[in-house]
């Protein structure tokens, strides 16, 4: 097996930090929280929208923590676009961080392995930047399996990071790197727009070329089909409308022309269908391109996390072990995988200072 880069290896014993440690991973849709004791709590959080809210959000949330307790960070949501480029997204999430946790012991995980404090963190804004895969690789390779391929698989991308003799397996440490690498897949299971998976779809015999608008997402095709509950009074959908499997058919009509007068529920399931398997192709090839690139055996263990594991192809976890995070942390953990890898590592390593 080729290993290209050797990230710090992390014995997980006896804790460095003696308090229950809260992680945070912050991202462009979504800000989630686990202790290191196993407590979590996750909410929708339009980056690109709310920005300015931060500080408020974070100090709201982390109430639900108890006070005073040591904060570990990571991170994606400084490439929203409300920010023009990554160094103000990292600057204006650790301000924000720092204004919410004052008088808090609060450090920012790095690709390097390392945690900084917020001065550093503003100064290493290439290693703290899009860190939370490297945070759950690196606890996943030191405690769960020393060598696999981990298959995250969440609401906006996939990352597909491989682990060898119980260390991240990459020397991709950004996310041009990794999409280079074929090792950060934009296909997650719930805001990919169907128009960036498929270019037709069939309906009734014939190929309809789809829409290019943002009329409906992975997100529909899974509650259509059952994958995803319905959730009618959750409106973080394409048009604002309810998450349920009634507006879901209509947007997914909606990408080719049409609406739920025409498409019935049988005639949804099957765009849905095809969607799907449109989502499960660009991470089988993600897979595919990452394991021949370092050598990994068709039959290396998989680690799969994330709440997407329908989108894992059946063809790719044939004849090979699958480990699934939700079965060894629990569902809801796992959900929140990042920031409880956060708050796990750095009570396993000494704190930078």
């Given at each position: 097996?080729?290993?290209?880069?050797?990230?710090?290896?992390?014995?997980?014993?006896?804790?460095?930090?003696?308090?229950?440690?809260?992680?945070?991973?912050?991202?462009?849709?979504?800000?989630?929280?686990?202790?290191?004791?196993?407590?979590?709590?996750?909410?929708?959080?339009?980056?690109?929208?709310?920005?300015?809210?931060?500080?408020?959000?974070?100090?709201?949330?982390?109430?639900?923590?108890?006070?005073?307790?040591?904060?570990?960070?990571?991170?994606?949501?400084?490439?929203?676009?409300?920010?023009?480029?990554?160094?103000?997204?990292?600057?204006?999430?650790?301000?924000?961080v720092e204004q919410a946790t004052r008088n808090t012991q609060t450090r920012y995980y790095s690709v390097t392995g390392e945690f900084f404090n917020a001065a550093q963190a503003v100064a290493?804004?290439?290693?703290?930047?899009?860190?939370?895969?490297?945070?759950?690789?690196?606890?996943?390779?030191?405690?769960?399996?020393?060598?696999?391929?981990l298959v995250d698989i969440g609401s906006t991308t996939t990352d597909i990071v491989p682990l060898s003799a119980g260390r991240v397996a990459t020397p991709a440490k950004t996310d041009h790197?990794?999409?280079?690498?074929?090792?950060?897949?934009?296909?997650?299971?719930?805001?990919?727009?169907?128009?960036?998976?498929?270019?037709?779809?069939?309906?009734?015999?014939?190929?309809?070329?789809?829409?290019?608008?943002?009329?409906?997402?992975?997100?529909?095709?899974?509650?259509?089909?059952?994958?995803?509950?319905?959730?009618?009074?959750?409106?973080?959908?394409?048009?604002?409308?309810?998450?349920?499997?009634?507006?879901?058919?209509?947007?997914?009509?909606?990408?080719?022309?049409?609406?739920?007068?025409?498409?019935?529920?049988?005639?949804?399931?099957?765009?849905?269908?095809?969607?799907?398997?449109?989502?499960?192709?660009?991470?089988?090839?993600?897979?595919?391109?990452?394991?021949?690139?370092?050598?990994?055996?068709?039959?290396?263990?998989?680690?799969?996390?994330?709440?997407?594991?329908?989108?894992?192809?059946?063809?790719?976890?044939?004849?090979?072990?699958?480990?699934?995070?939700?079965?060894?942390?629990?569902?809801?953990?796992?959900?929140?995988?990042?920031?409880?890898?956060?708050?796990?590592?750095?009570?396993?390593?000494?704190?930078?200072?």
């Amino acid at each position: 097996m080729q290993l290209l880069h050797e990230a710090p290896s992390v014995t997980f014993s006896r804790s460095s930090v003696a308090a229950p440690v809260v992680g945070i991973d912050i991202g462009g849709a979504n800000l989630k929280y686990a202790s290191s004791g196993g407590k979590s709590f996750s909410r929708e959080f339009a980056m690109w929208k709310h920005h300015r809210d931060l500080s408020e959000t974070l100090v709201d949330d982390l109430s639900r923590f108890g006070k005073g307790l040591p904060i570990a960070v990571t991170m994606t949501g400084e490439l929203a676009d409300c920010f023009l480029d990554r160094e103000i997204g990292v600057r204006h999430i650790v301000e924000s961080v720092e204004q919410a946790t004052r008088n808090t012991q609060t450090r920012y995980y790095s690709v390097t392995g390392e945690f900084f404090n917020a001065a550093q963190a503003v100064a290493r804004i290439d290693d703290v930047a899009a860190s939370n895969w490297h945070a759950l690789a690196t606890l996943v390779a030191g405690e769960v399996c020393s060598d696999a391929m981990l298959v995250d698989i969440g609401s906006t991308t996939t990352d597909i990071v491989p682990l060898s003799a119980g260390r991240v397996a990459t020397p991709a440490k950004t996310d041009h790197d990794r999409l280079v690498e074929g090792s950060l897949v934009y296909v997650g299971c719930a805001r990919t727009p169907v128009c960036a998976l498929v270019n037709e779809l069939q309906y009734q015999g014939e190929n309809a070329t789809v829409m290019n608008e943002w009329f409906a997402t992975v997100d529909d095709a899974r509650v259509v089909l059952g994958l995803e509950k319905e959730c009618p009074g959750d409106r973080a959908s394409a048009d604002n409308a309810p998450r349920d499997a009634f507006h879901a058919r209509n947007r997914l009509a909606r990408m080719i022309g049409l609406d739920h007068r025409s498409v019935d529920d049988e005639a949804a399931r099957t765009l849905a269908t095809q969607i799907m398997a449109a989502a499960r192709e660009r991470i089988q090839h993600g897979i595919r391109k990452v394991q021949s690139l370092y050598g990994f055996a068709p039959n290396t263990t998989l680690v799969l996390s994330g709440h997407g594991g329908d989108l894992l192809p059946r063809d790719v976890i044939a004849d090979r072990t699958v480990i699934r995070l939700d079965e060894q942390w629990g569902e809801v953990i796992a959900r929140s995988a990042p920031a409880y890898a956060v708050a796990r590592l750095m009570t396993a390593v000494a704190v930078r200072d």
